[in-house]
């Protein structure tokens, strides 16, 4: 477990769900910041070249040649820093990732109760994707090209610090079905998913014309129940 991590769950198990969610967020705003070294700048360069060109005409149209001139570097000097153009899809996944925003915010979410506060997650995450669409994009990539082939590179990178909060919402709420810190993000996670590829079938269709203004609550709230109602 690394650093963070460990600081992450003393802080969630000592203070209460809100107070802990905002230390988290002051934490991870006064971490400091290392300086990027040139190579890291480079990589950076590399990504944004390919993740513009993966947008624009898709990843098997798109050539590792065509991604060097998109950054303007040489052909050879793209492979001092990536070994393929896989490896460089990988890289983007991980490094353009929107869980550093998401995150953040994520902890800083409020709410009185475990209800509150996934509804307010939601919102919050929702509203970051919509601010990244191209993400939006490459995750379409992943599933179809990929068969989400870099699923596991993603979440070696983000499930040591989303855990920790899904562990203390079944911690705090003793009533929950769910006891399974993994199972419950997988399910928040599949929630986002699914509000997203929905959306995108239904839109401008006779059925996006019948759903309620607060689609996203009502998400949130069959998430949390259901669709049974609850025995008299």
């Known amino acids: 477990m690394d650093k963070a991590t460990f600081v992450s ?7 209460g769900l809100d107070t802990g969610f905002a230390l988290l967020d ?16 480079t990589r950076l360069v590399i990504e944004d070249a390919a993740l513009s060109l993966f947008m624009e005409q898709g990843y098997h149209a798109t050539s590792m ?9 040489a052909l050879g000097g793209i492979y001092n820093h990536f070994s393929s153009k896989d490896e460089i899809f990988a890289g983007i996944i ?35 994707l919509d601010k990244r669409p191209e993400f939006v994009n490459l995750m379409f990539i992943e599933l179809v090209e990929f068969k989400g082939k870099h699923g596991a590179v993603m979440l070696k990178e983000i499930a040591p610090k989303m855990l ?13 079905r769910v006891t399974n810190p993994a199972m419950l993000m997988r399910s928040f996670i599949g929630m986002v998913i699914s509000y997203y590829i929905t959306g995108m079938i239904t839109a401008n269709s006779i059925i996006s014309k019948l759903m309620p203004k607060n689609t996203a609550d009502a998400y949130v709230d069959i998430f949390l129940h259901g669709i049974l109602k609850e025995p008299a």
């Open 9 to 15: 769950r003393v802080l969630l198990n000592i203070v």
């Open 26 to 41: 002051q934490q991870s705003i006064d971490m400091p910041k290392n300086k990027p070294t040139k190579g890291e700048t």
């Open 65 to 73: 040649r065509q991604i060097a001139e998109r950054a303007e570097l």
């Open 94 to 128: 991980v490094d353009k990732h929107p869980y550093k925003q998401i995150l953040p915010a994520i902890l800083a979410a409020q709410g009185e109760t475990v209800e509150e506060f996934f509804k307010n997650a939601f919102h919050i995450v929702i509203s970051e």
């Open 164 to 176: 920790p909060v899904f562990e203390k919402v079944i911690k705090s709420r003793k009533s929950l």
